[in-house]
DNA sequence: GCTTGACTTGGAGTGCACTCGAAGGTGCAC
DNA sequence: GTGCACCTTCGAGTGCACTCCAAGTCAAGC
C-alpha cells in the first residue's frame, strides 16, 4: 500500500481551501482526522480530496458549516444512515433549484436596467 | 402631491428587509434619507420602496454592501455616472453569470449522489 | 392623564466562517 | 551544527452584514 499522501499546503492547492481552513474542518469534525507522515505532518489522500471537493460543492451551493458537518457525522455513521444523508441532499437540492431560478430573475432585471444605462448614453 | 408614505413595518414587510435593516441601510448611506412624518417617524414613498427592491436584488445576487454603496453614491451624483454605473452593473452580471454556472455544475454533482444514494437504498 | 405601542437615536452585540498569531518541533542544505 | 522552510497546536482575532438594546418621544384610546 504505497498511499504516500501529499502535505498540507499541496492539498490546499488541490482543494483551493487555505491550510488554516484545512486544519479548521478536521478540528470540527467536517473531515475526519486525516493520516499523519513520520514528522507527525498530516498526509492527504485521494480519499481525503474526494471528500473535500464534494465539501466544497455543497458549501459553495450555500450549506451552512453546521449542516455539513451533521452530514459529515452520518457518513461516519456507516451505510444504514444512507436514506437520511440522500433527503438531507435532496432538500439542498431543492433549495439550489430556488436560488438558481432566483439569480436567473434577478440577472432579467440587471440585464434590463444594463440595457436603459445604454440607452441613457446613447440619447 | 398627496405622496402620504407608509411606515417603515410596512416597508419592512413590502421589501422583505427588518425594520432594523431599513434603518441601518439608511445610516451608511445606502439608502438616500427618507422623508419624515409630523412625529419624525420615517415615511416611505413609492420611489424608495423601488430602490430598496433593486438593492435587495443586487444584495440577493451577492453584490457586496460596500459596493452597492458605491453604486448608491454615483446614483446620487447624477446622470453624469451613468457609464461607470453601467460598467459596474456589467461587471457584476459577470460574476452572476459565473456563479449560476457554477450552481449548475455543482447540482449536477447533488444530482449524481442523490441517485447514488437511490441505487444503494434498492439494492 | 395615563397606558400602550410604534417609532426614534447611537452604540454595542451577534453569528458565521474563517484567519491569524505565538510558540514550538522536524528534517534537509550548507 | 545552524539556518531555513514547513509543519504542529491552541486560542484569539477579523470581516461582514446585520441585529439588538437602552433610553427616550409621540399619538391615540380609555
Redesign the pocket.
Known amino acids: 500500500m504505497g498511499m504516500t499522501g501529499i ?4 492539498a490546499s492547492r488541490t482543494s483551493g ?5 484545512l ?3 478536521e ?1 470540527i469534525g467536517l473531515v475526519p482526522e ?1 493520516g ?1 507522515d ?5 498526509s492527504y489522500t485521494g480519499a481525503d480530496l474526494a471528500w473535500l471537493e464534494f465539501l466544497t460543492k455543497l ?1 459553495r451551493t450555500g ?4 449542516d455539513m458537518c451533521r452530514y459529515a457525522e452520518l457518513v461516519r455513521r456507516g451505510p444504514e444512515t444512507a436514506a437520511e444523508r440522500r433527503r438531507i441532499l435532496q432538500a439542498h437540492r431543492e433549495r439550489v433549484l430556488e436560488r438558481i431560478a432566483q439569480l436567473n430573475g434577478d440577472l432579467a432585471v440587471l440585464d434590463r436596467k444594463i440595457d436603459m444605462y445604454y440607452g441613457m448614453e446613447s440619447s
Open positions: 502535505t498540507i499546503q499541496e481551501l487555505s491550510a488554516h481552513t486544519r479548521y474542518y478540528r486525516v499523519r513520520a514528522a507527525g505532518h498530516r458549501r450549506m451552512p458549516i453546521a
